[in-house]
């Protein structure tokens, strides 16, 4: 401290000289003062540290999706990186990071990225592959910067024996003559034959594809004015009388309203090994914003997002990795970019935390659980009762009361704490749901907890936050911690919003206590995960403006911040796994070699990251029972898929002072499961 004391003093006797310059002076007594205290190794043991990692600049991408591979490697996806004059350049990309190379040749590798993956979902498959589905087809045009009214239309086909292919640009006309121009392809499949009706004839069912059209015109004169639905527009171009009898679109007015992002159907799926995207068959349903969320028998439930026309779709589907394709899912309205967590009993549950789009009326987005296996009506009609959901929409479906500010969920952070056993959920922070309306708070301090294993679950409010943030970053640390960092106190960081916060949570005591501020704000399209090392990656950050005054656009965040917890500054040797298996099947029991099996008190799998918009339901800590053996531990894994669904995890032993070791990769397997690998 003397060091500290000597550079007090001497800013001090400048201050007292210089008289006129004491607050610059101050400030940089301050800030030398600042340095010092965080850079001490009783800081660190007390208070973590946070670092910059060092990206070349040719390397530096607009963090938007960010997901850790079990190669080690962290895939960072930008897409378009939310900038249009990539999006219309076709400018995508996508940045590998190997986290074991630090200032190596190698660190960094741009990957080859086939379409704008801007705003898609993300989830990790059995094999260790990333499914990425989604991403932008269209851009937004707020209300002033349209030029031309458009709007979604339906294209009907009523013919079972026509395929049809409509190019971008294809012309369609108005009972009024008035015409409009589709802005995307489209492939119009043929109509079904359904059980058989009337005199024993087939009953023939249209089929439906979605399109967006714009006026040819630009101004009011592309004006159409109708109920959703209700006009007819004429397909031009059709080339035979069968085709212009059985192809025609329906839909609703043409408006100068707002246009929203669009979403494409196009899905990949990500080898960690080879280091490319593989092209798998696309959706059904464009999505722009979709969680996904992966099954016990390793296929993936996708839902919500805006569609190919801009709408939050309701028709949610189901990936299987064995056979690469999609089916529909039972079909519910949930938020874009839900958060949707697989429970111990096979049902999925949403926490009421998303981002983005959806209604505000909270009755359309009730907290609750899910039962999918046994919403089996693909139907169901896209009419809502009055103020929420349809009631057939509500019985697989059973709300979760309690939650504190409900109004407040948009942008909330959600977690499964640890250890997954114990399944509870707990959200953090949150904004308002919609437009904020006057005298209506900015964001919220408030956590919640619900315990499923309470005989009848509801949200339990939880100790407050530091600060009231939206766009806050939750990560599970080894030690069965959670680590809770950034955030704003208004929509995307605006008036200098920007909160630069760090606390951990610790479910035992059920109380946070204070850790290392980051250097750098972070909010909207803001990212944090676990390396395998334990230390947090904290990158991303998608400010609307970049000065409070709100009079210059912001730009985005490109600086890189490492967080190195405490657990790794409190002068305790790690312990380390020297050899075992590289697969263990649920149920099964495995050897792991290690010279500090006496140290080690406990064993935690953790399945790693793949997060976007503060949504990540993928993250979770499983507790592992384990033996001493004279060569190691030998560990028991759950035999519960719904509770470890199989993947790959990282293996992690951790001291009685929550040291941990380094992260073993064990890819777990069900056996009951072909394929499931």
Partial sequence: MSRLRKNLAAAVVVAVVVGVNLPAVSGFAYREWHYHQINQDDYKASHGHWSFLKVPDEFKVNAIHAALLHTGKVLIVAGSGNNIINFAKGTFKTLLWDPAKPGQPGEFKLIDTPVDLFCSGHVMLPNGNLLIAGGTLRFEQLKDKVKRAAGPLVVKNENPHITKHLPAGTLVAAPDGRLYRTTADIMVPPATKTETGVRGRPRIKPSETKVFAESVTEGASGVLTGPDGSVKY???????????????????????NKQDFQGIRDAFEFDPVAERYIRVQDMTEGRWYPTLTGLPDGRVMTVSGLDTVGQVTRDNEIYDPRTKKWSPGPRRFFPTYPALFLLDDDTLFFSGMSAGYGPGQLSMRPP??????????????????????????????????????????????SVMLPPAQDQKIMVMGGGPVGERQPGQKNATDRTAIVDFKQPAPRYVRGPNLSHPVRYSSAVLLPDDTVFSFNGSSDYRGRNNSNVLRAEVYDPAANAFREAASPEVGRNYHAEGLLLPDGRVLSMGSDPLFGNGEGSIPGSFEQRVEIYTPTYLHNGERRPEFTGGRLTVNLGGRAGFKTPDAQRIQKVRFIRPSAVTHVTDVEQRSIEIDFTRVPSGIVVTLPANPALMPPGWYMMFGVTEKGTPSQARWVQVLDGRVRGVR
Avoid: S
């Fill in 234 to 256: 004429q397909i031009q171009g059709l080339t035979t009388e069968r085709e212009k009898r059985n192809l025609y679109a329906m839909g609703g007015g043409m408006t100068l």
């Fill in 368 to 413: 609750g659980v899910w039962d999918y296996r046994h919403d089996t009506d693909h139907l169901m009609p896209t009419t809502g009762a009055p103020g929420g959901l349809a009631p057939d929409e509500m019985e697989a479906f059973t709300p979760v009361p309690g939650l504190p500010e409900p109004e407040l969920n948009e942008t909330g952070a």
